[in-house]
């Protein structure tokens, strides 16, 4: 071994021997509550790993989307074709708010998302819950941040998971969550002219 693989091997030993020292300490296990905002992309497809991930080890979960229509995504035709038995899919929204242009019908549908959502959450069978977009229909006052972070800290069983993305997330959501992610952008091909394209965006 040559003096640099030696010192690099003594240094990788330390800080394993560090490391294992940390972990040995990280021994709770709880039901997250994890949010992923900011305006960068990515918040959906990092929610949608972790349900396969579940899936993958036969963890029954749940999807409801609270913004999105009812168009065709990659991952919703697969879950519904696939992997109904393992993950409820439910898209409760009709589009973006500038699209629909009804705020009426916006709160009625996000309130009708909300109310599944509640029903999901409260099956202590399901281990993660994703509330994909719910960030949007509470910065957009369809649905009341309190009441969201009420419902977690009172009916949320001990152990499930409840994820809930969409930029903008509301303080109280934010300082009530155990995980929070906010992903930048640095760039983006939107802005060149390059339109949403399948396999990236949906």
Same mark, same amino acid.
């Given at each position: =071994?040559?003096?640099?693989?030696?010192?690099h %091997?003594?240094? =990788?030993?330390?800080?394993?021997?560090?490391?294992?020292?940390?972990?040995?300490?990280?021994?709770g296990?709880?039901?997250?509550?994890?949010v992923?905002?900011?305006?960068?992309?990515?918040?959906?497809?990092?929610?949608?790993?972790m349900?396969?991930?579940?899936?993958?080890?036969? =963890?029954?979960c749940?999807?409801?989307? !609270?913004?999105?229509?009812?168009?065709?995504?990659?991952?919703?035709?697969?879950?519904l074709s696939?992997?109904?038995?393992?993950?409820? !899919?439910?898209?409760?929204?009709?589009?973006?708010?500038?699209?629909?242009?009804?705020?009426e019908?916006?709160?009625? =549908?996000?309130?009708? %998302?909300?109310?599944?959502?509640?029903?999901?959450?409260?099956?202590?069978?399901?281990?993660?819950?994703?509330?994909?977009?719910?960030?949007?229909?509470?910065?957009?006052?369809?649905?009341?941040?309190?009441?969201?972070?009420?419902?977690?800290?009172?009916?949320?069983?001990?152990? /499930?998971?409840?994820?809930? /993305?969409?930029?903008?997330?509301?303080?109280?959501?934010?300082?009530?969550?155990?995980?929070?992610?906010?992903?930048?952008?640095?760039?983006?091909?939107f802005?060149?002219?390059i339109?949403?394209?399948?396999?990236?965006?949906?």
């Amino acid at each position: =071994m040559t003096e640099d693989s030696d010192r690099h %091997a003594k240094k =990788m030993a330390k800080k394993k021997a560090a490391r294992d020292k940390i972990m040995a300490t990280k021994t709770g296990e709880k039901g997250l509550v994890i949010v992923h905002t900011g305006k960068g992309k990515g918040k959906s497809t990092a929610a949608f790993g972790m349900i396969f991930r579940c899936i993958a080890h036969d =963890m029954p979960c749940a999807v409801v989307q !609270f913004i999105k229509g009812g168009m065709s995504t990659g991952e919703r035709d697969l879950i519904l074709s696939t992997f109904a038995d393992r993950c409820r !899919f439910h898209t409760m929204g009709e589009g973006f708010t500038w699209e629909t242009q009804d705020r009426e019908r916006d709160i009625e =549908m996000a309130q009708a %998302a909300w109310e599944k959502a509640k029903e999901l959450i409260r099956d202590p069978d399901l281990r993660m819950v994703l509330l994909d977009e719910i960030n949007i229909a509470i910065r957009y006052g369809y649905i009341d941040a309190a009441e969201v972070v009420a419902f977690l800290a009172a009916e949320k069983p001990e152990m /499930t998971h409840v994820v809930l /993305t969409g930029r903008n997330a509301a303080e109280e959501v934010i300082e009530a969550a155990d995980l929070v992610t906010e992903m930048e952008l640095v760039k983006h091909p939107f802005r060149s002219g390059i339109k949403a394209q399948i396999g990236v965006e949906f």
